[in-house]
């Protein structure tokens, strides 16, 4: 019998139009009338959504104070200065709105505005998060990294070096799923996240880590992007499809969450050390190139996977979804040296990028990352 634990689950409010609520989430949080941080992407600006946010906070007494100087991936600098000002503004709750970036310096925000540390106290773990924390709320605007429910934030700090920070004190109070808002987000991107979020559930399932009570959301996750993947690559007005990806990446991130991810994750970061390349692609065209490499290792929580995807073969719908997603696969004029597949294996051996390897059914060995790097760097779009 295998022990396992699986860890809360934040409050989710999914539907259409449910971003309303983010008023009663708010004040439920931050007190009646206390300020509220909002931490927004700034491409939400643009279509009106970051202003919504605040109008819906403010009609129900909360003042709020904005950043959105996000731009990329976050960065110390950034996530201190937002800290800052959800600080000076006594924010009583954070709101994070927007892709996994906004998210997770939403989570960092809400440590950072507290202690009036810098971000860089925490990476890895070097110093405790505060126990007296702001509440998080998370709304994401794209499906996803499922960073809305989980515990573990990514920025890149003074260094330029990415590093992670993880803790209980990181995990949202209350994510609120609305795919309204995810409509405009553009085909490359629906379909780079929607892979990410797909390779989060199946690695999930499929690790050493792997448990009962996680396989539930993550089987549900894969069943629901792969049914929906194309359909929201298509037609992104369709708001059924829209929402589908979106349930399915929360129920992916709470697998990973609980359980990790594996080898497609430890190929993804290596590659982003060489190059710059979007996290969900990379990971995508990394599983594609060793799932069936990796499902040798456990083939009995891989047939669960295929039945998941309506299908036998694990290997073979992943193909299918990924290449049908429209992402570009080979990796030819993306930066990097095709010909050094030995510069690849080396990242992939880094100890930062071991609970990855290790976390793999089938550990590979120093030999096998070589035969891996080649598989990932010998793909061709079809
Ligand atoms: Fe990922």
Known sequence: MQSFTLA?????????????????????????????????????????????ALAILAAAGHATCLYDGLRGEPKASDIDRAAALAREHK???????????????????????????????????????????????????????GAEVTRTCIFSNSRHEKVWAWGDE?????AILDPDLTLAV????????????????????????????????????????????ERAVKAPGDVEARGAML????????GIDNCGTALAHNISHAIANLAAIPHGRATGLAMLATIDWVAEGNPQAFTKVAAAMGGNDAAA????????????????????DLKRPDLLA????????????NATVRTPTDADLIMLAERVYALVDA
């Open 91 to 145: 924010a009583g709750a954070v709101v994070g709105l927007g892709g996994g970036s906004a998210l997770d310096t939403a989570k960092l925000v809400a440590s950072c505005a507290v202690s009036g540390k810098p971000v860089e106290a925490y990476q890895l773990c070097q110093a405790p998060l505060p126990a007296d924390h702001l509440p998080i709320i998370a709304v994401p605007t794209t499906a996803g990294t």
């Open 346 to 357: 080396e990242q992939m051996a880094l100890p930062v990028n071991s609970s990855m390897r």
């Open 186 to 229: 553009p085909r490359s991107v629906t379909a780079a996240t929607g892979l990410d979020a797909l390779v989060h559930a199946i690695e999930a399932s499929t690790n050493r880590n792997r448990h009962d009570a996680s396989d539930l959301y993550c089987h549900r996750g894969v069943a629901l992007i792969a049914g929906n993947l």
């Open 8 to 52: 809360p689950v934040p409050e989710i409010v999914f539907g259409s139009g449910r971003i309303a609520e983010l008023a009663s989430r708010a004040t439920l949080l931050a007190g009646r009338n206390a300020p509220v941080a909002l931490i927004a992407d700034p491409a939400l600006d643009g279509l009106g959504i970051t202003a919504r």
């Open 170 to 174: 990181l995990k949202p109070e209350a």
């Open 247 to 254: 349930l399915g990446s929360c129920y992916a991130g709470i």
């Open 317 to 336: 719908v992943y193909g299918r979804l990924d290449r049908a997603s429209g992402i570009k696969i080979s990796l030819h004029g993306d930066g990097l």
